[in-house]
């Protein structure tokens, strides 16, 4: 309908339409309309993917016109409903499925895929899927909602990105059970034969699309993706978001709350439920940041401690991972966190183990009474997961918590009738803005320094308004001014220290990473018509 009748005639369309000329911003309100007859976020999921599947341009202007309204449905918590229902979501396969069964073949399936050009790739084995655990090939839902918030968020090109699912089994019984699953009927294949999987699947890649080409990780379990983080990421262009990124939106959410708190970072003492990937991501960022106040490493580990399924992590423990190990301080064992937070005395507390409920009230009250503003994260994901609710935080700390989540809450209105919004410490902020600062610059390896870099931008765009609201981060209204700021941020730090490979360098890195941004705008249709001087164009006989 949005075509003019120029294109209509040129396109041979013209009478395949109604008579009506409707422009894109019509278009946007035909579908929020149905988007809002809809009752269920599954259903509103579907509508949007569809959409995204059919007109890809509406897509990304619906998206954009209230990314704060559409992003929990194409992303959490909706898409963690959408990864376990996916079989019925199902309506047409979108990114690349590479089986274990395909090894020795892998450039050979690149090669399928139609686009010639790929700059980002996100790519998920399906083993742990946000908190929901091991959902295998139905997995293939996260790395299409993260690339849809890279160009939604970040401006990244949608043609120049590809989600891949590796699917080497599932131990997920009920899925191998389903009837409408749509991966291997098999346990997960694991050992030799895994890795020699990602080792030609990244060599294939980068032998395709170039060195350069951006590999997210994205929702492995924790065996592999601290093992995977260290082995490619010297050679490769790549990162792992359920570490780097959560870290970095966590510590931008620190950094924002020391407004609040005035004092440093290196004055808190930090407890951690939860000690996997996240926490271990945030906690060694932590460290970076409080080596940057000055602090020693040695000193800022001492103020950092962790929780996890077995209790607090104390030396001599057995069963410690070499990564939990760092975080292992002389202390008696204990199992109960409500006898741990009022042993250790954090000022701040950071859940982080996808159990829903695990700050109980207790835990809340007792934090308020140690702390003046104790600071409170709980970023477990989906909702169910959470370990309390905006409103308990602020209920039982009587409104002095400062409080960030991993999945949205409604604000909340204390008995004093102030109201306040929590924050989101989504990694939305962070992926999209890393990525086209990557591309933009053609970093070829993401070192910590990015994202560290990365939460010191996030917090900056905090204003005081935004605090005194309750938020640590800044609306998602202007997360894509957010996120071109940490590209541009992230580029010149590239030139500056000699680690950026597109040259010549931009003399305004800004303009140039703008015009890398892509546009919702729809293209012309129209043929490139034009005429000749009527001289020229007598018929000579």
Same mark, same amino acid.
């Given at each position: ?27 946007? =309100? ?6 809002? +007859? ?44 959408? #990864?376990?229902? =996916? ?6 396969? +979108? ?32 083993? +742990?899927? *946000? ?13 299409? !909602? ?7 968020? !970040? ?35 694991? !050992?030799?034969? =895994? ?98 106040? !000055?602090?020693?490493?040695?000193? %800022? ?56 409920? &695990? ?9 308020? &009474? ?17 370990? #309390?609710?905006?409103?308990? #935080? ?57 994202? *560290? ?37 992230? &580029?010149?730090? &590239? ?30 249709? %129209? ?15």
């Amino acid at each position: 309908m949005a075509f003019t009748l120029e294109e209509r005639q040129q396109l041979n369309i013209h009478g395949l339409l109604p008579p009506c000329f409707l422009g894109q911003d019509a278009q946007v =309100y035909s579908i929020v309309k149905n988007f809002e +007859r809809l009752t269920s976020d599954l259903d509103r999921y579907i509508l949007l993917m569809s959409l995204q599947d059919r007109n890809e341009k509406l897509f990304y202007k619906v998206l954009t016109s209230d990314i704060e309204r559409f992003m929990p449905i194409v992303y959490t918590p909706t898409v963690g409903l959408a #990864c376990q229902q =996916y079989g019925l979501a199902f309506r047409r396969p +979108r990114g690349l499925f590479i089986t274990i069964h395909d090894r020795g073949h892998i450039a050979t399936m690149l090669k399928s895929w139609p686009e010639n050009i790929i700059k980002a790739i996100v790519v998920t084995d399906g083993e +742990r899927i *946000l908190g929901l655990g091991d959902l295998g090939c139905y997995g293939m839902g996260i790395p299409v !909602g993260k690339l849809a918030l890279y160009t939604a968020c !970040g401006g990244v090109k949608p043609h120049e990105c590809l989600p891949v699912m590796l699917d080497v089994g599932t131990d997920n019984e009920a899925l191998l059970k389903d009837p409408l699953y749509i991966g291997l009927r098999h346990k997960r294949i694991r !050992g030799q034969a =895994y890795d020699d999987l990602l080792d030609e699947f990244m060599e294939a890649v980068t032998s395709r699309y170039g060195m350069n080409c951006l590999i997210q990780f994205e929702d492995f379990a924790n065996a592999n993706a601290f093992r995977l983080l260290h082995k490619y990421r010297n050679k490769y262009c790549t990162f792992n978001d359920d570490i780097q990124g959560t870290a970095s939106v966590a510590v931008a959410g620190l950094l924002a709350a020391l407004r609040i708190t005035k004092n440093r970072l290196s004055d808190h003492t930090v407890l951690f439920q939860g000690a996997g990937e996240a926490a271990l991501g945030i906690a060694n960022l932590i460290i970076m940041a409080m080596e940057k106040e !000055g602090v020693s490493k040695d000193a %800022a580990i001492k103020r950092i401690w962790m929780v996890d399924s077995k209790g607090l992590i104390v030396k001599g423990r057995a069963s410690l991972t070499s990564e939990k190990e760092r975080f292992a301080h002389e202390h008696g064992e204990m199992k109960n966190l409500e006898d741990i937070v009022k042993d250790i005395k954090p000022s701040v507390l950071i859940g982080v183990a996808a159990i829903g409920g &695990a700050f109980t009230k207790q835990i809340l009250q007792d934090m308020a &009474a140690l702390n003046k503003r104790p600071i409170i994260f709980a970023l477990s994901n989906p909702t169910s997961k959470a370990e #309390c609710t905006a409103e308990q #935080c602020y209920t039982y700390t009587r409104g002095c918590g400062i409080f960030a989540s991993g999945s949205p809450f409604d604000p909340v209105t204390l008995p004093s009738g102030q109201t306040l919004y929590p924050g989101q410490g989504n990694n939305s902020y962070v992926f999209p803005g890393v990525a086209l600062g990557v591309i933009s610059c053609g970093l070829k390896h993401i070192g910590e320094d990015v994202f *560290l870099t990365t939460a010191e931008v996030i917090a900056q765009q905090v204003s005081e308004e935004n605090l005194q609201e309750g938020r640590l981060y800044p609306p998602l209204v202007t997360i894509q001014d957010v996120s071109l700021k940490i590209a541009v941020r992230i &580029a010149e730090e &590239a030139y500056r220290n000699n680690t950026a490979s597109t040259y010549p360098q931009p003399k305004d890195l800004e303009a140039f990473i703008r015009s890398q941004v892509y546009s919702t705008d729809y293209n012309s249709f %129209a043929a490139d018509s034009y005429t000749w001087p009527e001289e020229a164009m007598k018929v000579k006989l």
